[in-house]
């Protein structure tokens, strides 16, 4: 494909381009030319948008897509699509699946089903057998595979010790474990933040502590061991203070924030929606401004939609029933941009690249074109005429959004929202 974009500001600060209104000519995967009043050619395509911005392609840690198994929530073809058209060139797809990602035909297997398509699919392996937390998956074999990362979805690791063990095995191969966490103990029986909006709805409350102690933990266990670590989602004040100190201290650890955590809080729960029950849980206010200095001062070193979708017969019944989980890719650029300045919020949605050790490209001529366009002015409200997943569970509905993903560039394919 052959196409000139034209009057694009670029936002990339490893760009000599960064913060100018250019036309970017590509050919095929390749940004050929930049410049003003790129002349035009019978055999290019050209944009153009209002207001329309171009900034290195969008990464997202943390997606769940359902296939195999859960083709009912999502499929890996159209999750591809709704995250091309939400503005991401790469997904890093959790190991959630039936059977779980664990070991290396089911990595292979997603690729294989993403192949053609414009968003790369980075699949994360499961750390345990079918994410049991009982023994190590075969992680090595998976790196040989493609996979970038272990973890267990929406699971702490509560053995201590294999966790450990992994810690120093993943060292051979240079690889990166993703530990979320929440004590199981603490959290009980827990739904919701445990405050004054739980003790309000009657609803039983998951404390801060839940999060905190198991984040604490298992930096005690990566200062012993060395390595990688990789916190997912985290919630919390204390939690943000802790990655802060380990990073002082040198320790390898990064940490990401989901949308919903940084732009909601739990006075959404009055209306008892199980659209807002996720996992973590939504915070209050006072966590929530946490998260976002931690975000600004790079504590925090990226942020994730962490799409889950999750079909009706499981989202639409009892609060303390529903399972947890929020789709939010068609959402997060436009609810990110209500609280965070736009060279932050790309500088977030592009870091997980070199945290997983994916390959960037400076939008530069000579580089390939990976490529997400946006605008950032229009304000607007997201409806469900805005969903595009085939799971209709998302937290933002009738949220306030400013400025649009457009879409990607990538492998010389353009998709247009």
């Not at 034209?6 to 490893?14: Q, V």
């Not at 029933?321 to 932050?344: H, M, Q, R, W, Y």
């Amino acid at each position: 494909m052959k196409i000139i974009i034209r009057e694009a500001k670029i936002i990339d600060p490893s760009s000599s381009f960064h913060n100018q209104v250019v036309d970017v000519k590509i050919n095929d995967t390749i940004i050929e030319k930049i410049g003003k009043n790129i002349s035009s050619e019978a055999d290019y395509e050209e944009i153009n948008h209002a207001d329309l911005h171009l900034s290195q392609g969008w990464f997202d840690s943390s997606v769940s897509l359902g296939e195999p198994g859960y083709e009912d929530r999502e499929t890996i073809a159209n999750g591809l699509n709704v995250a091309a058209k939400s503005g991401f060139t790469g997904v890093a797809l959790q190991p959630n699946t039936f059977p779980i990602l664990d070991n290396q035909s089911q990595i292979q297997f997603v690729q294989q089903k993403a192949n053609h398509l414009a968003t790369d699919v980075f699949p994360i392996g499961a750390f345990t057998k079918n994410s049991e937390g009982t023994d190590l998956a075969e992680l090595f074999d998976m790196k040989n595979s493609g996979a970038i990362a272990y973890g267990d979805y929406g699971k702490a690791i509560s053995n201590a010790n294999l966790l450990k063990i992994g810690l120093q095995y993943v060292q051979d191969f240079d690889a990166l474990i993703i530990a979320f966490c929440q004590v199981e103990k603490i959290k009980g029986s827990g739904v919701v933040n445990e405050g004054i909006v739980s003790t309000r709805l009657g609803l039983k409350g998951i404390p801060n502590l839940a999060e905190e102690l198991m984040v604490a933990r298992n930096l005690f266990l990566l200062e012993y061991t060395g390595g990688k670590l990789h916190i997912p989602t985290i919630s919390t004040t204390k939690s943000v203070a802790l990655i802060r100190e380990a990073k002082n201290k040198g320790l390898q650890v990064t940490c990401s924030v989901a949308v919903h955590n940084l732009v909601l809080t739990d006075e959404k729960l009055d209306g008892f929606d199980t659209r807002y029950k996720v996992s973590p849980p939504l915070r209050t206010n006072f966590d929530r401004i946490a998260l976002i200095k931690g975000v600004l001062d790079n504590t925090i070193d990226v942020i994730t939609s962490d799409h889950n979708p999750i079909d009706i017969e499981h989202k639409k019944m009892e609060f303390d029933l529903a399972k947890n989980g929020t789709i939010g890719l068609e959402s997060a650029f436009g609810a990110l941009l209500t609280v965070l300045p736009l060279d932050k919020i790309v500088e977030k949605l592009t870091a997980g690249r070199a945290i997983f050790k994916l390959k960037s490209n400076s939008i530069a001529e000579g580089n390939l074109a990976n490529l997400t366009l946006f605008t950032t002015e229009n304000d607007w409200t997201f409806s469900k005429e805005n969903i595009l997943s085939k799971s209709k569970n998302s937290a933002f509905l009738d949220t306030k959004m400013k400025g649009k993903a457009i879409g990607i560039y990538n492998k010389g394919t353009l998709i247009l929202a």
